[in-house]
């Protein structure tokens, strides 16, 4: 990456409990199914339901953010199935410590006056 190109991260919000088709989050993820279904496989992403056929499969906002990472992820990196798996379980790790590490600066500010 050059030092004036940018990176563009976007995030979908799930305001008012939004699902999509299995072909509607192939669609959104601009990637073919077979990698959906391969996601699902290694639990990088789940359906909202256990029905057993893909063609009927529902996903969350949440999902399609995962998805959009581990593209964003194989793209940039050429990480394998696994390694995108272990990537985004510890990138989530990760952003669950930033939350903890705030929430408890807000009390330490709190119980500090200040």
Known sequence: MR????????????????????REICERGACHGEFVIKLVNYGVIAPLDDTPEAVQWQFDAASLNRLQKALRLQRDLKLNLPGLAMSLE?????????????????????????
């Open 3 to 22: 030092s004036n190109d940018r990176v563009l991260a976007v995030e979908v919000s799930d305001r008012d409990g939004s699902t999509f088709t299995f």
């Open 90 to 114: 510890l990138l989530d790790e990760v952003q669950e410590m930033r939350r903890e590490v705030a929430r408890l600066n807000q009390r330490i500010r709190q119980l500090g006056g200040g």
